[in-house]
């Protein structure tokens, strides 16, 4: 595997000292800003605690179960220890300038595990399941998950990829109903004609039939409701997002008038 140029071999499921200064220019480990050391097979990485100038980490796809080590990184930033095997988080308490943690596909299943993330105000990205929801956690199958990672982390803009708060999360949400709305039709429709069959006047159980027809009627005429309102709310967001983007043209305008007049 090479780093920053740099070949970085792997021994026994741990990196050493002498390996991750070979990365650094400067042969000095706490030069390193950025690492990825994703699907290496790794299971013990204690030398990275002396890369005190760690900001971004991808972690993912290894054999972790113990991270205390981490706890010397204060700097970093981003964080990515998807598919792992991990238990807690609470090793990652310390880490105060944290905006971005992935820890989906681990084996986290208390909820103390979030308290751990309480003291971190700049995580705004959290992300404990994939949107698959196959790269998941213990903890997301409780129906009261996603109530208590907001109550306890207010700080919190994206949970799982989804936006929360601000601007975007209505159309978010607006778009996400509209996919769940149409995987919901497929389902529904499947093994069925797509065409509706008027009964004949003077057919056997002729009654029954216009029964069963008007029921089908009434039940896509519901579903065609709730698209249109769906794509009013849509195109009302996007004209909204429009106005936003010409707002925001004109202030980057005057902007660039005011440092030429300057």
Same mark, same amino acid.
């Given at each position: ?21 070979? +990365?650094?220019?400067?042969? @000095?480990?706490?030069? +390193?800003? !950025? ?28 054999? *972790? ?19 792992? !095997?991990?238990?807690?988080?609470? !090793? ?5 300038? *944290?905006?971005?943690?992935?820890? /989906? /596909?681990?084996? +986290?299943?208390?909820?103390? #595990?979030?308290? #751990? ?8 990205? *959290?992300? %404990?399941?994939? /949107? ?8 997301? *199958?409780?129906? #009261? ?10 700080? +919190?803009? %994206?949970? @799982? ?7 975007? #999360?209505?159309? %978010? ?21 797509? !065409? ?33 309102? &769906?794509?009013?709310?849509?195109? &009302? ?17 005057? &902007? ?7």
């Amino acid at each position: 595997m090479r780093v920053g140029g740099v070949k970085l071999e792997v021994h026994k499921g741990n990196v050493t000292l002498d390996e991750l200064k070979n +990365i650094s220019g400067e042969f @000095d480990v706490e030069s +390193i800003h !950025s690492l990825n050391l994703t699907g290496r097979g790794l299971n013990e990485l204690t030398d990275l605690q002396y890369c005190l100038g760690l900001e971004r980490l991808d972690l993912s796809n290894n054999q *972790l179960c113990r991270i205390q080590w981490i706890q010397n990184l204060t700097c970093l930033t981003h964080l990515d220890l998807s598919r792992n !095997s991990l238990t807690t988080l609470e !090793s990652l308490a310390c880490l105060e300038n *944290l905006k971005y943690l992935n820890v /989906a /596909a681990n084996h +986290i299943k208390a909820f103390d #595990s979030v308290l #751990s993330l309480k003291n971190l105000p700049l995580l705004t990205r *959290l992300i %404990f399941q994939e /949107a698959s929801q196959s790269l998941s956690n213990p903890i997301c *199958l409780s129906p #009261s998950y996603r109530e208590y990672v907001l109550e306890l982390l207010p700080q +919190i803009c %994206f949970l @799982d990829h989804e936006k929360l708060r601000g601007k975007g #999360s209505e159309f %978010f949400y607006t778009v996400n109903n509209l996919l769940q709305h149409e995987e919901d039709t497929k389902g529904a429709r499947k093994g069925s004609k797509t !065409s509706i069959e008027v009964p004949l006047i003077g057919q056997e159980k002729d009654t029954e039939r216009w029964g069963d027809f008007l029921s089908e009627i009434n039940a896509r005429s519901n579903a065609d409701d709730l698209v249109d309102e &769906a794509m009013k709310k849509f195109s &009302a967001l996007v004209e909204e997002c429009n106005e936003m983007c010409v707002q925001c043209e004109h202030k980057a305008e005057w &902007a660039k008038r005011k440092l030429t007049t300057n």
